[in-house]
């Protein structure tokens, strides 16, 4: 048990669906990172929620949209999506960033897939 | 341009011998180090970090070394054992509290 969870763990759509992605974390954290993880690339970084204000987004495209309802739960709202958004996406979860305790608790992921 | 570098992507060893992971990073800034190791349909798991402060730390099987000056750290794994086999990323932030830069992973196979 991780303590963070993902839903749903697999996800095919269409370039026209809106879906969303969701992540749930039990550890009590304040901070919680939604990352793309590409075939051969680095993990990369999409946003950052703290306290759930957004406090990071790294020039990620419109059609991925946040949301973190609470300290808890987070969401990544996806509509028209592109094939090369095929990726698995990991959130992240770890203690408020600005009073220490850097390192993060990742979930599963959800593998997407855009046809 | 990657700021943190894994320039194998993949190695083997032996069962019971040494697993030595290297990762080279750019950025002078950084001062906090970690590694997680990523099993297939799991994320990252954190598995040990270190400060700038330090040039060593172990935790059971587990060391990591960090040269300032090269800017390069390494994982250590001794001994070996067929469940380290995994995909191991490296990752540098510049202090515990900003975001993670991560590697692309070296993946390690232990061999029977």
């Known amino acids: 048990e991780t303590g963070v969870t993902q839903t749903p763990r697999h996800l095919v759509m269409g370039m026209t669906n809106k879906k969303s992605l969701k992540c749930e974390q039990h550890?009590?954290?304040?901070?919680m990172y939604w990352y793309k993880q590409s075939a051969k690339k680095p993990l990369e970084l999409m946003f950052v929620?703290?306290?759930?204000?957004?406090?990071e987004n790294n020039s990620v495209p419109s059609r991925f949209s946040p949301e973190c309802p609470n300290s808890s739960h987070l969401f990544l709202h996806l509509h028209t999506l592109q094939p090369e958004d095929s990726a698995l996406y990991l959130c992240?979860?770890?203690?408020?960033?600005?009073?220490?305790?850097?390192?993060?608790?990742f979930g599963p992921g959800t593998r997407l897939t855009v046809l | 341009d990657q700021q943190v570098k894994q320039n194998s992507p993949s190695l083997s060893v032996q069962e019971g011998r040494i697993s030595i992971l290297n990762c080279d990073y750019t950025?002078?800034?950084?001062?906090?180090f970690l590694w997680y190791k990523k099993y297939p349909a799991e994320g990252p798991t954190f598995l040990i970090s270190?400060?700038?402060?330090?040039d060593k730390n172990e935790d059971g099987r587990f060391t990591v070394f960090l040269n300032k000056s090269a800017k390069h750290l390494s994982l250590h794994i001794v001994p070996s054992q067929p469940g380290d086999s995994a995909v191991y990323f490296c990752?540098?932030?510049?202090?515990?509290?900003?975001?993670?830069?991560f590697g692309k992973g070296t993946r390690l196979h232990i061999l029977p």
């Open positions: 270190i400060s700038s402060i330090k």
């Open positions: 992240a979860s770890s203690q408020e960033p600005r009073t220490g305790g850097g390192t993060q608790y």
């Open positions: 550890l009590g954290h304040n901070a």
């Open positions: 950025n002078s800034m950084f001062d906090y």
């Open positions: 990752a540098a932030s510049r202090d515990r509290d900003d975001k993670i830069i």
């Open positions: 929620y703290n306290f759930k204000e957004q406090t």
